[in-house]
């Protein structure tokens, strides 16, 4: 093969021209050639291919979804009823036939686990939702109209912000109750503030933006305007934000269950069986072991899958893949 390096018709650049005959638009097989690819991707693939390339949050994905899938199972593949009592073989240690030992009333605790998951990751999730939607709602309504009502919200944003979250929930929740539901309900109230002060700052920046000049000056509706044109350009942080939250709503709710302020027994959560262990620590271990080693990964990998979607979603990461 020949040596083009010192061929001075190698080794020139290239004008625009000599590269295209129609405005610049590279000849066929051009880019093939030089190793490049002329595909063109959507914002949604540009950020999976970036997601995929964090491998931490990959692998937290493949783990939090085995989780998900086996506590939402836990009917089918738990080996006993989360109520089902042994009590000839009550503390007994990880074996054949209890793979995560026994509790002081003979339960199961591979079980318990389970469906304590079903309860933690579904307050998780639940306040998570029910948060974005409070916060996204006030925090959009602040930012787009400003004046006087984001003056009211904010200061009522920052008054909630101000109470002592722990001692806000213990008195909330003794007073309306401890079910699955009201837990949800108590968290929320303490959870929508930071996506709201989020929200109104993304809105305060984009309605400035020349795409919503155009937008009202062709007659566009302040609903259309923000459901349209604004709240879509948010999407990313609120994205982060809530699957933040989620992390966040179940240690709460398992701090509460620990204090004996969250779900109650006999029902499991990963909370109430920590709390539950406190007086075997010494002698039973496993019964702290295993629902706080599913409470510490199901957080670590919701935390990874943020970061994740952060640097996937954040626009001042968006470089040409």
């Known amino acids: 093969m020949p040596d083009r390096r010192n061929d001075p018709l190698e080794n020139r650049i290239l004008l625009p021209a000599e590269i295209s005959d129609t405005a610049g638009v590279p000849p066929e097989g051009y880019l093939e050639a030089e190793g490049l690819s002329a595909e063109v991707l959507t914002n949604r693939q540009l950020a999976w291919r970036r997601f995929r390339r964090h491998k931490a949050a990959m692998a937290s994905l493949v783990i939090f979804g085995i989780i998900v899938i086996l506590t939402l199972l836990a009917p089918v593949v738990a080996p006993f009823g989360f109520e089902e009592q042994f009590i000839t073989r009550a503390l007994e240690p990880p074996s054949r036939d209890f793979w995560f030992g ?39 309504i602040a930012g787009f109209f400003g004046g006087r009502i984001d003056t009211i919200l904010m200061r009522f944003t920052d008054a909630m912000l101000a109470l002592p ?26 959870f929508w ?6 929200v109104r700052g993304q809105f305060l920046s984009l309605k400035e933006k020349e795409f919503v000049e155009a937008a009202r000056a062709l007659g566009a509706k302040s609903g259309r305007i923000i459901f349209r044109h604004i709240l879509p350009n948010t999407v990313g942080p609120i994205t982060v934000t809530v699957t933040l939250l989620v992390a966040g709503a179940i240690l709460s709710e398992a701090t509460l269950s620990f204090l004996g302020f969250g779900i109650q027994l006999p029902t499991p959560s990963w909370g109430n069986m920590i709390a539950d262990s406190r007086g075997q620590l010494t002698t039973s271990p496993w019964m702290l072991w295993f629902p706080g080693l599913a409470l510490i990964i199901t957080v670590i990998c919701v935390n990874f899958l943020g970061d994740g979607l952060r640097d996937a979603l954040d626009p001042t990461q968006r470089k040409s893949s």
């Open 165 to 190: 979250a722990l001692v806000f929930l213990i008195v909330v929740g003794r007073i309306l109750g401890s079910s699955v539901f009201i837990i949800v309900l108590v968290l929320t109230l303490v």
């Open 102 to 140: 026994t509790d002081r009333l003979g339960r199961d605790v591979l079980t318990r686990v389970l469906y304590g998951g079903r309860v933690s990751i579904l307050v998780g999730i639940g306040v998570a939702l029910a948060s974005a939607l409070i916060g996204t709602v006030i925090g959009a």
């Open 193 to 198: 503030m930071p996506l709201a002060r989020i």
